[in-house]
């Protein structure tokens, strides 16, 4: 590993995942963390327990903010677990010359946020950073959540699984690399930028068999599918033409030499179901808006333990590996 | 989606991006390529390696897992042309030391930050304090200088004939501007020059001339600036047969086909397939930018090569005042550094062998710590056998 902490550590990918584990993990090793969830699962398997911290630029963007992310982050790593939102924290540090109407206005959007999962803050912190120690504003939440459904795990994904995900993808990653500075592209893209707390809850409500759910955040649904190819021992066959990609993402990505699973969501899960209740969860997530696209991009096999493959429309197949580096355009 | 494409502040008519490429990606099409050219090549008179230069090229083969489509006795040598993995040490360092100046922007491409030189990557040295900025199109660098009039903003140019008119766009608005606070470190190269030293090259392992290309397969995007004239040696003087073909799957199918059916027919030609775009001349304006600003340096060392000669572009001495290897000639080291000895990447890039035959490849040499040109990107073949390993034909 690198002397220095650089960009790469951040991605979500490769690099990410050694930062964490020499580092973090070999501190603080404990059953609990070591199952490497998105939210942590105690008390009896009641309660899922989650934190996360935000920073994002620009902090408006096309579909959300800061805030608005701040909340939908923790409350759906607390969703993925199979768990219902109830008390966050939120911690802010603001840099010195911060706009209080823009930090009003973030704040406006965390209410908002809370209010459609059900959920309230409970306890926070302020902190105010002479100018240049922090980009704006960093929010940090944490979050509990009480465990609808128990035992969904990205550890026991098996060959009796289908893989679905909930939407088209990249759609977060996609607008802020075209709010950014630099790259003057017109479009009508919005960051897909949700909570997932309602979804989830219907699933289990009409008895789905889920198996693991995962917000596809840093790293995309790449990341996600090579994580459970690991955690489960198994082998994930995407079918390349059934991935949902809307036609500006793929646009983007084709002009920056991206490709759409590797890009950050920010509304959209990847869910591992048992085989005979797929279209019982489709159906359910094609109610609701966010999730209208909802459709099956894989299955389960033994053929490469640990990898993803891509299955192309015309017989080939390729890996489709974790995500490495910082994600910068290709030249050529 | 909708692309507007402004230039100096001239509003471009719209288009939409899917006209771009619909059609080339077509399922069926491929498929019928792949026919056509498995009954083709059972008629070849022998196996035929053909050498894919571009850098391009092969992360299409890879993307779309071609070679898959293809029978046995149609291999490809993965070739030298991607601009970042073939950037010496020596030459990332100056990017290093120079990055590394007070009061200094320096200024580059997409992922060239993240190819390791002796000292480390741009990426670390950004990680360390130093300046570092990508941006996306060389005339970017004029925004940061304006907001920056009190740094030197240096950039360092990189690519082959594709990028390097934009690189002489910039330089020519700077110089009529008057533009004073931005400097150039130029490393642009071109594909024809490393082509003849991959053919006429004396292999140092094996002591010989051996090469195992049998034809090429030329990039597209360099002959829209160059014509596909700069290939017309290749077919006369060295018996070996080029395409020049666009990145789609449908332009590579096809462009193997074309290469098929001249060893099947016995003919030795240059031929275009990306005819959307190519002509013979090329984009005149374009080379006559170059052409004022630059001229050729007689050697340029290539990651894995070694030094090639008249391979590379340097300013000409007229422009030294914005010339980064001139103004800081006190700071930057010019003593050579050896690749790795180990390292076969001369005889991986000429077809000579396998990139699993090299006793250092998955071990010393990873994406993440790579020792040559060929584990840099994920365009190269080294990069490629390890990601894809099994998955390869």
């Given at each position: 590993m690198n002397k220095q902490i650089t960009l790469a550590m951040g991605n979500g990918g490769e690099e990410n995942n050694e930062l964490i584990s020499k580092i973090f993990y070999k501190a603080f090793k404990n059953d609990i963390l070591e199952k490497s969830e998105d939210a942590a699962v105690i008390h009896d398997g009641e309660l899922a327990f989650s934190t996360d911290s935000f920073t994002v630029s620009p902090l408006f963007f096309p579909g959300g903010d800061i805030g608005k992310l701040a909340i939908c982050g923790t409350c759906n790593d607390l969703a993925m677990m199979g768990a219902k939102p109830k008390y966050l924290t939120c911690s802010v540090i603001i840099e010195e010359g911060f706009s209080i109407r823009e930090l009003e206005k973030i704040v406006r959007s965390m209410k908002k946020e809370l209010e459609s999962n059900g959920a309230i803050v409970v306890s926070g912190d302020t902190k105010v950073v002479p100018r240049g120690s922090v980009d704006k504003i960093f929010i940090n939440t944490t979050g509990i959540g009480e465990i609808q459904k128990k035992g969904i795990s990205s550890n026991s994904i098996s060959k009796d699984d289908v893989i679905l995900v909930s939407r088209d993808l990249g759609r977060h990653g996609a607008t802020i690399f075209a709010a950014r500075e630099g790259i003057e592209l017109s479009s009508s893209l919005e960051s897909d930028c949700a909570s997932l707390t309602y979804q989830v809850q219907a699933l289990i409500e009409v008895g789905v068999k889920i198996t693991a759910l995962r917000d596809a955040?840093?790293?995309g649904v790449s990341a996600v599918l090579n994580e459970w190819a690991k955690q489960s021992n198994i082998c994930i066959e995407v079918?390349?033409?059934?991935?949902p990609v809307s036609e500006e993402v793929y646009g983007i990505c084709e002009i920056l030499g991206f490709e759409a699973v590797n890009l950050a969501n920010e509304g959209t899960f990847v869910l591992a179901i048992k085989k005979e209740d797929e279209q019982k969860a489709l159906n359910i997530l094609q109610t609701f808006e966010n999730s209208s696209n909802a459709v099956k991009i894989a299955d389960v096999s033994d053929e490469y333990i640990g990898k993803v493959i891509l299955l192309s429309s015309y017989g080939t197949k390729r890996f489709l590996d974790t995500p490495t580096g910082e994600l910068l355009p290709r030249i050529c | 989606m909708m692309i507007t494409a402004t230039i100096e502040g001239h509003k471009m008519s719209e288009l939409q991006l899917k006209d771009l490429y619909d059609g080339f990606r077509n399922p069926e099409v491929i498929k019928g390529f792949a026919k056509l050219i498995e009954k083709e090549a059972k008629k070849l008179p022998h196996p035929i390696n053909i050498m894919e230069v571009c850098g391009g090229h092969t992360h299409s083969i890879m993307k779309f897992g071609l070679l898959q489509l293809l029978p046995n006795n149609i291999n490809f040598i993965h070739g030298p042309g991607c601009p970042v993995c073939i950037m010496p040490k020596e030459r990332i360092d100056h990017a290093y030391i120079l990055a590394e100046l007070e009061d200094t922007i320096l200024v580059t491409l997409g992922d060239m930050i993240k190819v390791p030189g002796s000292r480390g990557s741009l990426q670390d040295a950004r990680a360390k304090g130093a300046d570092v900025r990508f941006i996306?199109?060389?005339?970017d660098t004029l925004k940061i200088a304006e907001e920056n009039l009190e740094k030197k903003i240096i950039f360092f140019a990189i690519g082959f004939e594709t990028t390097t008119p934009m690189t002489t766009a910039l330089i020519d608005i700077v110089l009529k501007r008057q533009v004073k606070n931005i400097f150039f470190h130029i490393n642009h190269v071109t594909v024809p020059e490393v082509m003849v030293e991959l053919i006429?090259?004396?292999?140092?392992?094996?002591?010989?001339?051996n090469n195992r290309i049998d034809a090429f397969l030329g990039p597209s995007h360099v002959s829209v600036i160059t014509g596909s004239k700069i290939y017309e040696k290749f077919p006369k003087e060295y018996n070996r047969p080029v395409v020049v073909a666009g990145f789609e799957p449908v332009d590579v199918m096809e462009a193997i086909l074309m290469i098929v059916k001249q060893f099947n027919e016995g003919r030795c030609e240059l031929e275009i397939e990306y005819k959307r775009l190519v002509t013979h001349d090329g984009n005149l304006k374009a080379q006559a930018l170059i052409e004022n600003y630059f001229e050729k340096a007689s050697l340029f060392k290539w990651r894995g090569l070694g030094n090639v000669p008249e391979s590379g572009y340097k300013l000409r001495p007229q422009f030294a005042d914005i010339d980064a290897e001139r103004v800081y000639a006190d700071i930057l080291p010019c003593e050579e550094i050896e690749d790795?000895?180990?390292?076969?990447c001369g005889d991986i890039l000429r077809g000579m062998a396998k990139p699993d035959e090299c006793t250092i490849f998955g071990t010393a040499c990873k994406p993440q710590t790579p020792l040559g040109s060929c584990m840099v990107s994920s365009e190269g073949a080294c990069a490629a056998y390890y990601k894809y390993g099994n998955l390869l034909k």
């Open positions: 955040t840093r790293g079918e390349e033409d059934s991935i | 996306y199109s060389p005339l006429d090259s004396r292999d140092e392992h094996v002591d010989s001339y790795h000895k180990l390292c076969i």
